[in-house]
């Protein structure tokens, strides 16, 4: 029986069309010519122009500050949020399950108006606060995701165990359960990160002067900057994005085959 080759032939253009423009991007930031439309031969000058734009790292430091914070409260938070979903079951804990889960599904410029609506109401300035507050919300919520997914065969037998032993729930849960959950709240971790960092629409919403991030000071520089420059500093922060995706992918497959 002949195979198709159609899934194959599939397969290859779903592939081109992803990764096609993100190759070309990449290609075009080492081009010689000012606007990119056409090759002028290979050159580093415009990864070095990237150093001598101050705009361009306080919007990275910015964004760097946002996301370590982020990060840090979402996996403190989500985590405990994963655990309390798995382990008390209640009527009460479908809503919780609800609350987790929607800023998940809620489309990023529905969440970025209403946050911003939502500060505007409280009086609250705009400014690196709000950006913090604002991607906290949806952070928490795939730190909690990843958590509860751990946590789907995890042996609750050696809690038991260890507390038979004359362990009290605090040196339990710092000898024994985090240890065992530590890559899936690593992983739910570097999630965060990548988010945080790559984030626009919610971030372009709830930003004050002077709290400008990375991915939007690339947006505010397509109609005024250089394209060659643009596609330098988008290529950087697909390398930081891509090595966060690649150490979490790691660390699924360190906990998988342990």
Same mark, same amino acid.
């Given at each position: ?16 069309? #992803? ?8 290609? #075009?930031?080492?081009?010689?010519? $000012? ?51 798995? $382990?008390?079951?209640? $009527? ?57 997914? $751990? ?48 984030? #626009?629409?919610?971030? #372009? ?54």
């Amino acid at each position: 029986m002949k195979h198709s080759r159609i899934p194959l032939i599939t397969t290859i253009g779903v592939l081109l069309f #992803f990764y096609l423009p993100v190759a070309v991007m990449v290609l #075009f930031s080492f081009n010689d010519s $000012r606007f990119g439309g056409q090759w002028r031969g290979f050159t580093l000058k415009w990864y070095q122009l990237i150093w001598d734009q101050r705009e361009i790292w306080d919007a990275f430091q910015n964004t760097l500050i946002i996301a370590v914070t982020v990060t840090l409260v979402s996996v403190i938070v989500g985590a405990c949020a994963g655990f309390a979903l798995h $382990r008390y079951q209640s $009527r009460l804990q479908s809503w919780h399950y609800g609350l987790v889960y929607t800023p998940l599904v809620v489309p990023d410029i529905l969440m970025g108006i209403s946050l911003l609506l939502f500060f505007l109401a409280l009086g609250v300035p705009l400014g690196l606060t709000t950006i913090f507050l604002a991607q906290t919300t949806f952070c928490i919520s795939y730190v909690a995701m990843v958590t509860l997914a $751990r946590l789907q065969d995890f042996d609750f037998a050696v809690i038991e165990a260890a507390q038979d032993l004359g362990a009290n729930w605090w040196t339990t849960t710092r000898r024994v359960l985090l240890p065992l959950l530590a890559p899936g709240i690593a992983a739910g971790a570097l999630l965060a990160f990548t988010l945080s960092i790559d984030d #626009f629409v919610i971030s #372009f919403f709830v930003a004050g002067p002077g709290s400008t991030t990375l991915p939007i000071r690339i947006y505010s520089m397509i109609k005024h900057g250089s394209p060659t420059l643009i596609n330098a500093l988008s290529t950087i922060l697909l390398i930081i994005t891509f090595t966060a995706v690649w150490l979490a992918q790691k660390l699924h497959l360190w906990r998988t085959h342990e």
